[in-house]
T-cell receptor, first 110, second 117 residues
């Protein structure tokens, strides 16, 4: 099955700085890569996604890049704010299933 | 609010027991997915149903089973419960294009927290 590795496991940034989370996947047939944000005790919420025919996608302060050759994709959050503090999960879709990374706990320091 | 509802919010039970978790998808969604989230295993895909039929299966234990009913709500049945089954169980739903074999956005429900004592 698909194996998704996510780094770092924790990330602390100063408010206003950027945060970058990286994920690698094992199966080159994976074709869809969503990112979910989960606040404490809440449900995962989709924040951005990218499909294998696109190299980069941006939505306001959030961007995702995909390198199919290297089999990795990254989430970039610019101008971080306290409300960006949460656990972020990357995922890869393969064989009709979403496989999730282990998550990155992001803390934005005021 | 994603539009996906799950009941109950919390469930406390004993080892060896059986429980049923319920999920109602967003209006119009045909696909339902079940996930288990535990501290040591992260978010794990269990099973997907599309319009009443099983579509994909993950690492779901034989003690667990699910079904999707004609009104599209789904139930996850967990039996012979063990301490290690304690986790958050999420249901998600999606539109279900291409007969459920597609990369539609999955919208998660609020989850059911299961505690096995």
């Amino acid at each position: 099955g698909e194996n998704v590795e996510q780094h770092p496991s924790t990330l602390s940034v100063q408010e206003g700085d950027s945060a970058v989370i990286k994920c690698t996947y094992s199966d080159s047939a994976s074709n869809y890569f969503p990112w979910y944000k989960q606040e404490l005790g809440k449900r995962p919420q989709l924040i951005i996604d990218i499909r294998s025919n696109v190299g980069e996608k941006k939505d306001q302060r959030i961007a995702v890049t995909l390198n199919k050759t290297a089999k990795h994709f990254s989430l970039h959050i610019t101008e971080t704010q306290p409300e960006d503090s949460a656990v972020y999960f990357c995922a890869a879709f393969f064989d009709y299933k979403l496989s999730f990374g282990a998550g990155t706990t992001v803390t934005v320091r005021a | 609010d994603s539009g996906v509802t799950q009941t109950p919010k919390h469930l406390i039970t004993a080892t060896g027991q059986r429980v049923t978790l319920r999920c109602s998808p967003r209006s119009g969604d045909l696909s339902v997915y079940w996930y288990q989230q535990s501290l040591d295993q992260g978010l794990q895909f269990l099973i997907q149903y599309y319009n009443g039929e099983e579509r994909a299966k993950g690492n779901i234990l034989e003690r667990f089973s699910a079904q999707q009913f004609p009104d599209l709500h789904s139930e996850l049945n967990l039996s012979s419960l063990e301490l290690g089954d304690s986790a958050l169980y999420f249901c998600a739903s999606s539109v279900g294009t291409s007969g459920g074999y597609s990369t539609d956005t999955q919208y998660f429900g609020p989850g059911t927290r299961l505690t096995v004592l």
